[in-house]
């Protein structure tokens, strides 16, 4: 198959794999395996064209036959701001998810998702729980949209210090540090 593309095309598409590679490797720096690593051969095939597509200053040749975006690539118009917004969209989903998910074990005694291996949930069982982690999740939302994470506090043990925090409370941080003296 053959792919004509304009330079102007293979520039979006060049935007849109920087994206994609962001979402599927992230900050990772372990060599890729299984579909990172199927990806990864079609990315440097397809960055390849770079240079005859106009796109140059957004690639580089590292070693025969290797490519990489380069730090152009963030500053293109709306791509850094992709990124943003689906790290920032990822982060609170995530937080705002285990701590529902958190909190639903504590009230039961049990974890949030059903053990596979146990007995299988009925389907009112299924609405119930699915009803109650959405209330918890939304408890959650309202929180963060007013105040963001003002008043998340990581606590150990319920002595109000974090793990890294040492008998003393400071942790190495000095008074007035993030831990609170009671």
Same mark, same amino acid.
């Given at each position: ?38 990806? $990864?051969?079609? &990315?440097? @095939? ?9 796109? *140059? !200053?957004? /690639?580089?040749?590292? %070693? ?65 729980? $699915?009803?109650? &982690?959405? @209330? ?9 949209? *007013? !105040?963001? /994470?003002?008043?998340? %506090? ?29």
């Amino acid at each position: 198959m053959k792919l004509q593309l304009t330079p102007k095309e293979y520039r979006r598409i060049l935007q849109m794999l920087y994206i994609a590679d962001h979402v599927l490797n992230g900050r990772r720096d372990d060599e890729p395996v299984g579909l990172r690593l199927k990806c $990864e051969e079609a &990315l440097q @095939g397809f960055l390849g064209y770079a240079a005859q597509c106009g796109c *140059a !200053v957004l /690639v580089e040749q590292t %070693e025969e036959a290797l490519f990489n975006f380069t730090a152009a690539m963030p500053e293109e118009p709306g791509v850094g701001e992709a990124i943003n917004d689906y790290d920032e969209d990822g982060f609170w989903q995530e937080l705002v998810t285990r701590l529902a998910e958190r909190d639903y074990e504590r009230i039961h005694g049990r974890p949030a998702l059903p053990d596979p291996a146990g007995a299988p949930e009925t389907d009112e069982q299924h609405e119930e729980r $699915e009803a109650e &982690l959405k @209330g918890l999740e939304e408890g959650y939302w309202r929180e963060f949209e *007013a !105040v963001g /994470v003002k008043n998340v %506090e990581v606590i150990k043990g319920g002595f109000g210090r974090p793990s890294w925090a040492g008998a003393g409370g400071e942790g190495g941080r000095g008074r007035g540090g993030l831990v609170e003296e009671t």
